[in-house]
């Protein structure tokens, strides 16, 4: 849990820009969805200053397995590097005024409180940025239909079924295997008797978000999927993800009576393995 500075009016002077940014990021990340561990990996996320920033990727070839005997030498292979870039293209901000007459009458610290408000806005749009790159990346015969309205309704069980022979077809492990529905398909899940909620006395973090498994997918729930995207289903091996909060400032506003706070969140997101990504959508 972030530690900020104690209650109480916090004034300009205790409020430190590397502190605050390294604190705002454990709420920001804790609530992710599309963006946490569950979905994606942090595998290659570098360091990251700024929008701009490249991040650079280096995959290798897969080694060929060869026939062994005794009599014949084993020839070395040598393996090729793919040399991929996670560019750092989303950003965004949030600045706001607090009047020091709302501060003072105030009860609790309004800093924080406001600040925190804006972090929970980073967070979705962080995930709608995870979801966009998500559907953009997938590969276009790994885009099915699923339906949620109408006279023929999606069974969540059999598609997952369907969705895990894809990905056992692209050799994709099969452990942690996920998908991120709309609430839409979480109620359609919750009433099917094949569902498994997630044990909150089991002493087990719940990341953000999941609810529970279904068909051997850990299944998380988000309204901030992209539009039309009832699920997307996966392995986070597929999309890699990086993100940070490069600056948050505050100081004396020069026409205002009040405090200015203003903080900039950067990501970048990139999908790896096509194969590993599913979109299932309404149409």
Known sequence: MAVFPAAGNTPVDSFI??????????P???????????????????????????????????????DYSRNV??????????????????????????DDLDRVQAAGDMIITATMESVQALRVA?????????????????????KTTGATLGDP????????VILDNDDVPAA?????????????????DKFIASS?????????????????????VTPHLPANVNMIVGSPIATTFGDQIVNVESF??????????????VAGARVIRPGALIIASES
Not at 17 to 26: D, H, I, T
Not at 176 to 192: D, N, S, T, W, Y
Not at 252 to 265: A, E, I
Request: glycine share 10%.
């Open 17 to 26: 820009p590397e502190v605050w940014a390294s604190e705002l990021m454990v």
């Open 28 to 66: 920001l990340q804790e609530n992710l969805v599309l963006g946490s561990g569950v979905c994606i990996n942090r595998d290659f996320e570098g360091e990251i200053k700024g929008p701009g920033d490249q991040v650079h990727i280096d995959s290798l070839t897969r080694p060929t397995i060869v």
């Open 73 to 98: 030498d084993v020839v070395p292979q040598l393996l090729e590097t793919e040399d991929q870039l996670l560019a750092i293209d989303h950003g965004k901000a949030f600045a706001f005024i607090l």
């Open 126 to 146: 962080a995930d709608t940025y995870v979801g966009t790159k998500m559907l953009a990346g997938a590969l276009a015969a790994n885009k099915k239909v699923f």
């Open 157 to 164: 069980f059999i598609a997952l079924v369907d969705y895990g």
């Open 176 to 192: 942690r295997r996920f998908a991120v529905v709309r609430p839409e398909v979480k109620a359609m899940i919750l009433k099917h």
């Open 200 to 220: 909150y006395g089991s002493g087990v973090p719940i990341q953000n978000g999941v609810i529970g498994s279904l068909a051997g997918f850990t299944v998380a």
């Open 252 to 265: 004396r506003s020069p026409t205002k009576f009040g405090y200015v706070v203003r903080g900039l969140h």
